[in-house]
């Protein structure tokens, strides 16, 4: 599978928009499907967003459905989640993951799925 690597976080006020990507080193990354999380201070790690290896199917959590939306460019080896009108709550460490659990399939909501992840981004968004 090799590493995934996630850029775009940053410091944004309410409202605002940014798009983090999760580029992969390996060719087995377009075989797997994706998984974004994230994790705020004090709180649990939870399922943001995920999309199956095609990118033809993709599904949300219901606090960021509307607002952000994901996708790949296997050419690429990169998944990107694109956040629009961004909420102090969406403030946390957003982290992509995959595995080989997840090889031609569709993406699942539980991280025990997902057996490869980065290092995290960090979103804060001020109100």
């Known amino acids: 599978q090799g590493k995934l690597v996630e850029t775009g976080g940053g410091l944004v006020q309410a409202g605002d928009s940014l798009r983090l990507s999760c580029a992969a080193s390996g060719s087995t990354f377009t075989r797997y499907a994706v998984g974004w999380f994230r994790q705020a201070p004090g709180k649990e790690r939870e399922f943001v967003a995920g999309?199956?290896?095609?990118?033809?199917?993709?599904g949300y959590a219901d606090s960021v459905k509307g607002r952000f939306t994901i996708s790949r460019d296997n050419a690429k080896n990169t998944v990107y989640l694109q956040m629009n009108s961004l909420k102090p709550e969406d403030t946390a460490v957003y982290y992509c993951?995959?595995?080989?659990?997840?090889?031609?399939?569709?993406?699942?909501?539980?991280?025990?799925?997902?057996?490869?992840w980065g290092q995290g981004t960090q979103v804060t968004v001020s109100s």
């Open positions: 993951a995959s595995g080989p659990k997840l090889q031609f399939g569709r993406y699942r909501d539980d991280s025990e799925s997902y057996s490869t």
């Open positions: 999309i199956n290896w095609t990118g033809g199917s993709s």
